[in-house]
């Protein structure tokens, strides 16, 4: 999986917001997702406006936010077209499928209504899927967007096994729903073998490190070269840097060259 092309991988896949996605890295030649964890909506729209132009994917939690509204959602959307990424909301949905349909497409944030993506945890089982496509009013609604599935967590001490992993894996694969799968958020390449699914891996960061509250950091190099990331996500790198447009562009550059020696081999 980790030798082909993104643009050879966006044929393999059965998600077209995954097709889209693929197509989208390869032409803009990058795998860097930004997580926009900022609580001020002006914040976010100045990092998503310097940083655009580096990044395939802006990662939001929506809920942080405390100046959220609906002004906000369509600056950030035009940004996202300006600067040609998608938005991804790390919303990280666990509940019953009922549940999550409400949590998707109702209440303050909408957020069906806007995020190209989302995420989810597998805990649930399969009706986490049929939850959130119940969200969407239609086929047409439905292309248009997609889910990636929590196989593994970069805190350290979580609590997924072999057995969570094996099984978050059928959920993505296999069944009538995995049209909407886009890919997986997972620390290595053993956690999927479909080649059409985008491997998504939080915790990069230039100095390999942890922080005060459980999160562990690896290389870009690591994570694309060993770990067999597609879309590295980061974060306060990124966020935390004096110059938020440069660290963007060193970790794209470093991201994608990762990516370029990978395929090479
Ligand atoms: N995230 C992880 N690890 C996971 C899943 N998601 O860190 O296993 C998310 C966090 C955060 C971002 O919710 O938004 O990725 C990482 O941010 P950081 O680079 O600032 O640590």
Known sequence: RTRLTYENRSNLAKSAVAKRLFQLMASKQTNLCLSA???????????????????????????????????????????????????????????????????????????????????????????????????????????????????????????????????????????????????IVCQSSNAFAFPGLIQLTPGVKIDESVDKLGQQYQTPELVVKERGADIGVVGRGIIQANDVQKAAITYRDRLWTAYKERVAK
């Open 37 to 183: 964890d900022v609580t001020k909506a002006d914040d976010i729209l100045d990092i998503a406006d310097k940083c655009g132009p580096y990044i395939c994917l802006l990662k939001t939690h929506i809920d942080i936010v405390e100046d959220f509204s609906e002004g906000f959602i369509t600056n950030l959307q035009a940004l996202a077209k300006r600067h040609n990424f998608l938005l991804l909301e790390d919303r990280k949905f666990a509940d019953i499928g009922n549940t999550v349909s409400l949590q998707y497409g109702k209440g303050l944030y909408k957020i069906s209504n806007w995020a190209d993506l989302v995420t989810a945890h597998t805990l649930p089982g399969r009706s986490i899927l049929q939850g959130l496509k119940a969200a969407l009013g239609n086929v047409e609604a439905g292309q248009e967007r997609g889910v990636f599935l929590l196989s593994e967590m970069s805190a350290s001490g979580n609590l997924i096994d072999d057995k969570y992993k094996e099984n978050s894996n059928k959920i993505a694969t296999e069944g009538g729903d995995i049209d909407f799968v886009a890919g």
